[in-house]
């Protein structure tokens, strides 16, 4: 078995085991790979001002769920993924801890993308407990690629 197909085989088990909707949920260095190794998309579902202020991941494609202010829906979203990614691709979704990319990954899912994950532990991770984000799990965390304004 490839490590391609050992990381999606994990996907899905995880996704079996809590009852996704989507093709399954991946760890964010499962989520790397899967973008290196098979031509993944990552979508950064993250508002503009987390994006500007926070950090983005290079090469994602950027699609707001939701806006801040008020994390009004987006309305278009799926208008907005279905003009950015086709369908077919392996389609990865990813937000600060992994709430709204469960959310988007369920829309696409609903929308036609049969390859729709949700990237555990986001962008930021969890709460330390301290209360800060970025030192337990989540992609800056891991060390992946990122970049701040």
């Known amino acids: 078995m490839s490590k391609t ?9 995880r996704a079996q085991q809590s009852n996704l909707a989507y093709a399954g949920a991946l760890l964010p260095v499962e989520a790397q790979a899967l973008r290196d190794a098979a031509g993944a998309v990552i979508v950064d579902v993250r508002s503009r001002a987390e994006l500007d202020f926070v950090g983005r991941i290079p090469g994602s494609v950027e699609i707001e769920l939701k806006s801040w202010p008020g994390m009004k829906p987006n309305p278009d979203f799926i208008v907005q993924l279905k003009a950015a990614v086709p369908a077919t691709s392996k389609v990865m979704f ?13 829309a696409a899912q609903a929308a036609g993308y049969g390859s729709a994950f949700n990237v555990l532990e986001g962008f930021e991770g969890d709460r330390d407990p301290a209360g800060h984000r970025n030192t337990v799990g989540g992609w800056r965390a891991s060390g992946l690629p990122w970049t701040q304004s």
Do not use: F, V
């Open 5 to 13: 197909e050992e990381i999606l085989a994990k996907a899905a088990q």
């Open 94 to 106: 990813i937000c600060r801890s992994g709430a709204r990319s469960h959310e988007a990954a369920t």
